[in-house]
Each structure stands twice: as C-alpha cells, then as structure tokens.
C-alpha cells in the first residue's frame, strides 16, 4: 500500500470515488454536503493498494499554527487492516512539517477510540454533524 499526498487537482477523482462510497451510500450523508469550501484549498492523502485508491483523508491549513484534518474514509472491506492509521499518520507528518502546533478534526463517536489511539483528545460536547452524532478532537503538537 502507498500514501500519496496530491492537491485537489490531482486528487479529486479517487477521493471523491472514496468519500461518496463511504459517506453518502453507506452513511447517507447528503450529496450537497459532501464536497466544501476546504477542498481545493486542502492537501489530500490518498492510500493506494495496487493502482486502486482504497481510502483518502485531507488537511486544512486553518491558519495561526493551526490545522484540521477532515473526510477521512477507508472503503469498508479494507478497514481494521491499518490503511485509516497510515492515512492519519501521514497527515499529522505533513501538518508537523508545515509547523502546525495542533491539529483538530471533528470526530465521529464510533470513531474516537482510533483516534484516541494517535494522541488525539476528546474536546466539547457531542453535536450532529451531517445526522451523525460528532465530538470535536485535538492533538497538540507543541507549545
């Protein structure tokens, strides 16, 4: 399996495949509230197994140190088999590289215990999100 970094130019194709297959038919995420303002200003990160993407993650530059990660999807007969970890892992190193000093993304609760496993802190109340129960999280990089 391969991590590749691209802009959305390059990236948009596989990752919209990805994120409509994960979000709107299998969590009925509405169509209109997939794609946003964030994507073409985001760096996207997109795991490849043999030519064929299997699951995409972006980065937000938020300004002032901060950044977001987002729209993390790993298609579902590839999930539990560490693709969403390197996702993940990836963005954090790129987000360290571009001198962010945290990183927040807005999780969902099935998912919190993943992230929990890479540092990330659990922050706010719960909130709906697309109909889907969210918490927002945090990973501090520096001080």
């Not at 729209?71 to 571009?98: P, T």
Request: hydrophobic residues 45%; aromatic residues 8%; contains cysteine.
């Amino acid at each position: 399996m391969e991590i590749l970094i691209k802009p959305w130019k390059e990236a948009e194709e596989d990752a919209f495949w990805v994120r409509q297959e994960v979000f709107i038919l299998e969590q009925r995420v509405p169509a209109e509230l997939e794609l946003d303002e964030f994507d073409p200003s985001a760096a996207h990160a997109l795991a490849y197994l043999e030519s064929h993407c299997i699951g995409t993650g972006r980065l937000v530059d938020l300004g002032g140190g901060r950044s977001q990660i987002g729209r993390m999807a790993v298609l579902a007969q590839f999930r539990h088999q560490g693709v969403g970890r390197q996702i993940l892992e990836g963005l954090v190193h790129l987000a360290q590289s571009q001198g962010a000093k945290s990183i927040v993304l807005h999780s969902q609760i099935a998912s919190i215990p993943f992230y929990q496993k890479l540092g990330f802190q659990v922050q706010g109340p719960t909130y709906d999100e697309a109909g889907i129960a969210h918490r927002n999280m945090i990973l501090v990089l520096s001080k």
